[in-house]
């Protein structure tokens, strides 16, 4: 098992109630579950995303941070948030990446795997 490694899972979903595709807003969450799966205790201290749509245009979101947390994940713990975006077409991806740091200095980058966003299925994919 690798030192530095961390785990993501993402279920996004479509909000209905909150969109406007008159409009052309199609607003997401999506929900993500960060497991230290290394041998060494390491905080997330920044996100970066990349967000898609359908016809290409490309948004980069970078921040400290998850949802005003930087948590610090012993081997084996976890860490859950929601969040949410919006597109201007009903289907478009995201992907990323954590930034850690472990506890004895070593930094290291996480990636986010890329899933899909779908409002015509009701709920995005991974």
């Not at 200095?105 to 890329?114: L, N, S």
Request: overall charge negative; hydrophobic content about 35%; glycine content about 10%.
């Amino acid at each position: 098992m690798p030192q530095y490694q961390m785990r993501v899972d993402v279920e996004p979903a479509y909000l209905a109630d909150q969109s406007d595709p008159q409009a052309g807003v199609f607003v997401f969450s999506y929900t993500i579950t960060i497991v230290n799966t290394g041998e060494v205790t390491a905080q997330v201290i920044s996100r970066t995303w990349h967000i898609n749509d359908s016809v290409g245009t490309h948004e980069r979101v970078k921040g400290l941070g998850v949802v005003g947390h930087q948590p610090l994940l012993k081997p084996g713990a976890s860490f859950q948030y929601t969040s949410g975006t919006h597109l201007r077409t009903p289907t478009g991806t995201m992907h990323g990446s954590f930034f850690c740091v472990a506890v004895d200095g070593e930094r290291f980058e996480v990636d986010i795997p890329i899933f899909v966003l779908d409002a015509l299925s009701g709920q995005g994919f991974h």
